[in-house]
């Protein structure tokens, strides 16, 4: 009996190792309803994956950083987690913690938060973990969020400038349009003098407002939505981006952006250890602009059929100007399209900072026309009814 009795205790053993989830809660079924909790609360929180860019950036950036000071990945992702101030990627941090304890790979546990971590960041993380280089991966990929953080900061700043005077000279009409034009109207009504034609344009647009301005401002609603849900479709807004490249000076800004962000990144990827074919497929997912992307896509699929990358950027001489062909040809005959990609974008990036360190300059003429015109319109529209008044009393 005590025999038998052993040899159940071993098969209950045995059973308990055969099924470890006798032994502890299944964790991931519990990290899975977690996750589900944390993005039901945040849903109304501008959704559950809101990272920015610059938490991205710290995240990775002291990531790198700490596995270079020798300490672990779990622990290190578990001191990050209780740092970072975004509650939604503190939350995530952790989860990626329990992941790696549980000998997941952190590129694996990555892909589970594609709204936190593009393709790019995955791909460039397991290249990391494969070749025992993550700290290098990680810190690479801070340089790139730097750059397009700066990037972004450079474009915002150009624009503030035009931005606020247009904005003020849209308050300037809409005031006298709503304070100064109707008393003026009253003033001529009384007098039983003919308004001028201004007047009677304004009259006309305060009498609409006032019968019909909500079915106005709905109408003008529901335009401006259908026109943005269209040009979220695909074909229109690949017509719309292709259309934008080919405005003057605006599409020659967005090309040298996409330039810059294409080599930039590739480069990333590439030094990286990842393919030429697998790396422009990422790429492709990182551009803004559709025609680029879908035109990068291409091209993957040509440098997957033995087509050199010279050749494939040569036949699309309004995308790729004939320096970044020629250099990258340079490249790829000397074995060093790593170390050539990082010129190009270096050298696009220079060309960027001068167009929009400039752009105030370039802008200005435009913005002195549009004054010049309003202060005229507003000259027209108040002094010369002042004037045909005055001509009526004097009579």
Not at 4 to 24: A, D, H, M, R, V
Not at 56 to 76: H, I
Not at 169 to 193: D, K, R
Not at 222 to 245: A, E, R, T
């Amino acid at each position: 009996m005590k025999y038998l009795g052993n040899n159940n205790e071993l098969n209950s053993q045995s059973t308990k190792i055969k099924n470890p989830e006798n032994q502890k809660p299944d964790l991931k079924k519990e990290l899975t309803t977690a996750q589900a909790k944390v993005e039901k609360k945040s849903f109304f929180k501008f959704r559950a994956g809101k990272v920015n860019l610059t938490s991205k950036m710290f995240f990775l950036d002291n990531l790198s950083t700490m596995l270079k000071a020798g300490l672990a990945l779990a622990p290190a992702l578990n001191t990050l987690g209780k740092e970072v101030k975004n509650k939604y990627l503190q939350k995530v941090i952790l989860h990626l913690k329990n992941r790696v304890e549980n000998g997941q790979p952190l590129s694996v546990s990555m892909k589970e938060y594609p709204d936190v971590f593009p393709e790019m960041i995955i791909a460039t993380v397991e290249v990391g973990e494969n070749t025992g280089l993550l700290a290098d991966a990680l810190g690479n990929l801070a340089d790139i969020l730097k750059a397009q953080k700066k990037l972004r900061s450079k474009v915002i700043g150009a624009l503030m400038y035009p931005t606020i005077v247009l904005i003020a000279l849209c308050g300037i009409s809409v005031f006298l349009a709503l304070v100064v034009f109707p008393q003026l109207i009253t003033i001529f009504i009384e007098a039983n003098v003919k308004l001028p034609f201004v007047l009677k344009a304004v009259q006309t647009f305060i009498d609409i407002m006032k019968n019909f301005g909500g079915l106005a401002i709905m109408a003008f609603v529901i335009f401006l939505v259908i026109l943005f849900l269209i040009f979220k479709l695909p074909k229109p807004k690949l017509f719309l981006h292709k259309f934008l490249l080919k405005i003057p000076f605006v599409g020659n800004l967005i090309k040298e952006l996409a330039l810059t962000r294409f080599t930039s990144n590739l480069n990333a990827l590439l030094v990286s250890g990842l393919s030429i074919v697998k790396s422009f497929e990422i790429v492709a997912k990182t551009l803004a602009n559709l025609y680029y992307r879908q035109t990068l896509q291409e091209i993957s699929q040509e440098l997957s059929r033995g087509v050199s990358l010279a050749d494939s950027l040569a036949k699309r001489p309004k995308l790729f100007p004939s320096l970044t062909v020629q250099l990258c040809e340079v490249g790829e005959d000397t074995g060093e399209l790593d170390d050539i990609l990082k010129k190009i974008s270096a050298y696009y990036e220079e060309r960027v900072d001068n167009v929009l360190a400039n752009l105030s300059t370039i802008i200005e003429p435009i913005l002195l026309i549009l004054v010049g015109v309003a202060v005229g319109f507003i000259a027209i529209s108040v002094i010369a009814p002042m004037y045909e008044l005055t001509m009526s009393f004097a009579e």
